[in-house]
């Protein structure tokens, strides 16, 4: 049976601030510049993520979509859509909200939550059209 990627995007906006607590001000403005801003800022994230599978010959799927998109939704953006990632997603909690961070933090959200009959590949999510991070998970995994 041929194996085969697929994905599924969701949209999200949420509220977030860069920095570090046992750092100054003025270290953080250094390192993270406008991100650091204490008064946060906002993004509308775009989240794919890809699984891979066999396509079942009953319904030609590697998966149902529909399926995945639960996953994403009720794991991840429930949470965090119209949220502040500081302040308001406890899975988040004691992370610097960096794309990657984030990334990371959603697929272990999301991993254990899929169809068995696939296995989660790539996590990518774009914070603005010019920046962007994928995960494709531990290393081994
Ligand atoms: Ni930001």
């Given at each position: 049976m041929p194996t085969v990627r697929v994905t599924r995007r969701a949209h999200f906006c949420s509220a977030h601030r860069i920095y570090r607590?046992?750092?100054?001000q003025e270290e953080n403005r250094e390192v993270f510049g406008d991100c650091s801003n204490p008064n946060w800022h906002g993004h509308n994230y775009i989240l794919d993520v890809t699984v891979e599978g066999p396509v079942?010959?009953?319904?030609?799927?590697?998966?149902d979509l529909k399926v995945i998109k639960q996953v994403v939704k009720e794991r991840v953006v429930d949470d965090v859509d119209h949220r502040n990632l500081n302040l308001e997603v406890p899975w988040l909690e004691?992370?610097?909200?960096?794309t990657e961070n984030f990334a990371v933090a959603i697929w272990e959200r999301i991993r254990g939550s899929l169809?068995?009959?696939?296995r989660l590949h790539r996590v990518f999510l774009q914070e603005t059209p010019n920046n962007s991070v994928e995960y494709l998970g531990p290393e081994g995994d």
């Open positions: 607590d046992d750092w100054s079942d010959p009953e319904t030609g799927y590697v998966a004691g992370t610097i909200v960096s169809p068995s009959t696939v």
